[in-house]
């Protein structure tokens, strides 16, 4: 190895690091806000040493400028913001079921900071994101993310414009398959609420002097609870599913 291609290997170890360390950062799990800084830049570095040996033959012959250099790293960054907001996306489909589950059970007004949003949420969303995370690491779930970032070098070549309509198309695809599946996982609690709240409406109306709402609440919540611990398993089984299917796009299977 000679002097005169330390700078080339330099900026093509640049050019990698700034698609990994924008997808860690964007990444549930790995980039949270309870995770600290400095971890995810060593785990950045880790991923970027990784991937050099993959990554560096495709890239394209260097710019001679800086302009050129810096726009080429703009849209690696670009790339690696794209997998990184997928993925937290795809794994949001728990919040809106949290979200949902919490109103009909009466506690939405218990918020706590869930520490894979970085912001106050509803308590039951925080705690099935939480075991999503959980269950996809424990079920090693987390492999077809990391073959996705191979993947990514085949689908969003270096140095090529970035197919904007097909990403778009993705994100709606991966858009509505959260809140579908969202709501689908809070579907027995959305059935359990409008049977709750409509048998307590025709109690009310029998006995307009006592105030039922008010008594019936920590029966809606341990009903909730007792509901949660009957489908809590298969909803969780589902939900791996769907994550599982959500990120075939990435990995070329259905091609972006």
Same mark, same amino acid.
């Given at each position: 190895?000679?002097?005169?291609?330390?700078?080339?290997?330099?900026?093509?170890?640049?050019?990698?690091?700034?698609?990994?360390?924008?997808?860690?950062?964007?990444?549930?799990?790995?980039?949270?806000?309870?995770?600290?800084?400095?971890?995810?830049?060593?785990?950045?570095? /880790?991923?970027?040493?990784?991937?050099?040996?993959?990554?560096?033959?495709?890239?394209?012959?260097?710019?001679?400028?800086?302009?050129?250099?810096?726009?080429?790293?703009?849209?690696?960054?670009?790339?690696?913001?794209? /997998?990184?907001?997928?993925?937290?996306?795809?794994?949001?489909?728990?919040?809106?079921?949290?979200?949902?589950?919490?109103?009909?059970?009466?506690?939405?007004?218990?918020?706590?900071?869930?520490?894979?949003?970085?912001?106050?949420?509803?308590?039951?969303?925080?705690?099935?994101?939480?075991?999503?995370?959980?269950?996809?690491?424990?079920?090693?779930?987390?492999?077809?993310?990391?073959?996705?970032?191979?993947?990514?070098?085949?689908?969003?070549?270096?140095?090529?414009?970035?197919?904007?309509?097909?990403?778009?198309?993705?994100?709606?695809?991966?858009?509505?398959?959260?809140?579908?599946?969202?709501?689908?996982?809070?579907?027995?609690?959305?059935?359990?609420?409008?049977?709750?709240?409509?048998?307590?409406?025709?109690?009310?109306?029998?006995?307009?002097? /006592?105030?039922?709402?008010?008594?019936?609440?920590?029966?809606?919540?341990?009903?909730?609870?007792?509901?949660?611990?009957?489908?809590?398993?298969?909803?969780?089984?589902?939900?791996?599913?769907?994550?599982?299917?959500?990120?075939?796009?990435?990995?070329?299977?259905?091609?972006?």
């Amino acid at each position: 190895m000679t002097v005169t291609l330390l700078p080339e290997l330099a900026a093509v170890f640049l050019l990698i690091f700034a698609r990994m360390g924008t997808m860690v950062m964007m990444m549930p799990g790995i980039g949270d806000n309870a995770v600290p800084t400095n971890i995810r830049l060593v785990l950045a570095l /880790i991923l970027t040493l990784l991937f050099y040996p993959v990554a560096a033959p495709q890239m394209p012959p260097l710019p001679s400028s800086l302009w050129g250099l810096g726009v080429l790293a703009v849209g690696e960054m670009l790339v690696g913001f794209v /997998i990184g907001l997928s993925a937290r996306v795809i794994l949001a489909a728990l919040q809106v079921a949290g979200t949902t589950i919490a109103f009909q059970m009466g506690l939405g007004f218990a918020l706590n900071v869930d520490p894979t949003q970085g912001q106050q949420g509803a308590l039951i969303g925080a705690f099935l994101s939480v075991l999503g995370m959980t269950l996809i690491f424990v079920t090693d779930l987390h492999h077809p993310f990391i073959m996705a970032l191979v993947q990514s070098y085949t689908l969003f070549v270096p140095g090529d414009i970035m197919p904007t309509g097909d990403i778009l198309q993705a994100f709606i695809a991966i858009f509505a398959g959260m809140f579908a599946i969202g709501v689908q996982i809070a579907a027995p609690f959305i059935v359990f609420g409008l049977v709750f709240y409509l048998g307590l409406g025709v109690i009310s109306r029998l006995m307009p002097q /006592i105030q039922i709402f008010f008594i019936a609440m920590p029966a809606n919540i341990l009903l909730g609870f007792v509901l949660m611990a009957a489908v809590i398993g298969a909803v969780m089984t589902w939900y791996l599913d769907h994550v599982g299917l959500a990120i075939q796009p990435f990995l070329g299977g259905n091609g972006l």
